[in-house]
């Protein structure tokens, strides 16, 4: 069944088509690969799964509050403009908000399994390509289990949000191999990491809570493996090599700084546009939740050495500076408990579910 029809509003074209730069690299190198990307490796081979067994599909969800959350996590709520709408049009803007967030999310899975594609074909060494083939199997899984949760859960789709869309492209575009790796394993992996992180936190829809954390045990090995990837090689880079790679940082965090603000959803409503933006740009709740959206980026970016005056200074004017303080290992290492903990959970309901049918059986033959 195509999904075309169920998008709030008609998507242009079939297919976006972006130019890619650059080469195919291949490596005679077959030995010697780095110990730490290896094991990255390994792991993620150890770590795959299958989205249908795993999550238990049978779980509803409201389509108007998808994650379960408080009217308080709205931007709009308690504002004039709020206090003037009906609870049948509150009511549709919050089923709007979760088809566009999910959506995002399911387009974002798209292009990280685009641009893991690309770094397979691209990067120069074979350590990287092994791991960012096991990354391109994580996509393709995301994508297909986010599809599935928008098209039977929600029933309607958003059209990719044009920051995202935007940072893509200039992942892609850009001829030089380590441009892919920084878009899309630092920036937009790292952001989409603390989006699921905060909403796998506060939901309280069970296949939601779920879903995204098994979602983010992949995510954390992805950009621990762009975190480790470019950290030598930006250690050899020149002065100018360097600056050019920060005003790329410096550009792209602006773009994720705007990318979940939801306009999309305001303009598809028909809604005083300028209104609801004043709303959510006045919001304490949102700029909390849009400085958090940068505790998994900013520590990245420090790490591997793109920390000049000028990030430093963007980071700041944002208000995320102190995120680069953030225990970014401490943090990946709580993502893979807590989806190892949903499974052990998972598991013990179902053995007691089983001991019961067993138990009911014997009971029935006994009398």
Request: proline residues 3%; negative net charge.
């Amino acid at each position: 069944m195509t999904s075309f029809p169920l998008y709030s509003t008609p998507v242009s074209a079939d297919t976006w088509n972006v130019p890619m730069a650059g080469s195919a690299r291949f490596s005679w190198e077959y030995d010697g690969g780095r110990e730490r990307l290896l094991a990255l490796y390994q792991k993620g081979k150890d770590k795959q799964w299958d989205a249908r067994d795993r999550i238990d599909w049978d779980l509803e969800i409201d389509p108007i509050n998808v994650a379960g959350l408080p009217d308080e996590f709205n931007p709009l709520h308690g504002s004039d403009l709020w206090s003037r709408l009906s609870q049948r049009e509150r009511d549709e803007v919050d089923r709007h908000q979760g088809s566009w967030l999910f959506s995002q999310f399911l387009h974002g899975e798209q292009g990280a399994l685009t641009v893991s594609a690309r770094i397979v074909q691209s990067v120069p060494d074979m350590d990287s390509k092994f791991y960012a083939a096991t990354q391109t199997m994580d996509e393709a899984r995301h994508v297909e289990l986010f599809g599935r949760f928008v098209h039977e859960k929600i029933g309607m789709y958003y059209p990719v949000n044009q920051d995202l869309a935007k940072l893509l492209a200039e992942s892609l575009e850009d001829s030089r191999w380590d441009l892919p790796y920084l878009g899309m394993q630092v920036l937009i992996e790292g952001l989409a990491l603390a989006a699921f992180g905060l909403y796998r936190d506060l939901a309280t829809a069970p296949l939601v809570k779920h879903l995204l954390a098994y979602v983010m045990q992949d995510e954390a090995r992805h950009v621990a493996f762009g975190r480790l990837a470019l950290k030598d090689y930006y250690r050899e880079l020149t002065d100018r090599e360097r600056a050019e790679r920060e005003e790329f940082v410096i550009e792209g965090s602006l773009l994720m700084r705007d990318r979940f603000t939801g306009r999309e959803v305001f303009e598809t409503l028909d809604m005083p546009v300028d209104e609801c933006m004043e709303c959510v740009e006045s919001s304490e709740m949102f700029h909390l939740y849009r400085s958090h959206l940068f505790s998994r980026i900013v520590p990245v970016v420090r790490d591997i050495g793109l920390w000049g005056d000028g990030v430093r200074s963007a980071y700041e004017s944002m208000g995320v500076l102190d995120h680069a303080k953030s225990d970014l290992l401490a943090l990946m290492r709580q993502d893979e408990e807590i989806a190892d903990r949903y499974d052990a959970d998972r598991a013990a309901t179902e053995l007691a579910a089983r001991k019961a049918e067993v138990d009911a059986a014997m009971e029935a033959g006994s009398e």
